[in-house]
């Protein structure tokens, strides 16, 4: 049975990521949601509406789960996918986690490029890289 319920402009309790703004079997939709929602939209005159954001996160969500209970999220395909975007957007929040440091510490952005070169350095001479033979990188570099 599906069961999406929308509370009011008030919204009642908060859920970890903001307050709720709708159900979708059980599965919350939060303000932080739409939040990211809007902030992935790109720039222009022609924004959506929120309630046109919060009807595109339900309908997302129905078909999340349909697929989840498919089998979807355990082929072998997506769950690479799935690691990739992990891996991808770690690595984003760390490289701007580390950039704003030393923006913070009084660096111009030209200082925070090479700060963020050094750390990937940093990162690599710590870490067990091992290269196949033939996958055409130099373990070294």
Request: charged share 25%; glycine share 8%.
């Amino acid at each position: 049975m599906l069961l999406v319920l929308l509370l009011g402009a008030g919204c009642t309790r908060h859920e970890v990521g903001g307050q709720t703004l709708a159900r979708v079997n059980g599965d919350p939709i939060t303000t932080d949601d739409l939040a990211l929602e809007v902030a992935a939209l790109p720039p222009g005159p022609n924004q959506p509406s929120r309630a046109a954001l919060l009807q595109a996160l339900i309908d997302r969500k129905l078909l999340a789960q349909d697929a989840r209970a498919r089998g979807e999220a355990r082929a072998a395909d997506f769950v690479r996918l799935e690691r990739r975007w992990r891996e991808q957007a770690l690595a984003t929040r760390d490289m701007a986690i580390v950039s704003a440091e030393a923006t913070d510490r009084g660096g111009a952005t030209d200082r925070a490029a090479a700060v963020l070169a050094s750390h990937r350095a940093a990162l690599r001479a710590a870490a067990d890289i091992v290269v196949a033979p033939g996958a055409g990188l130099n373990p070294g570099s």
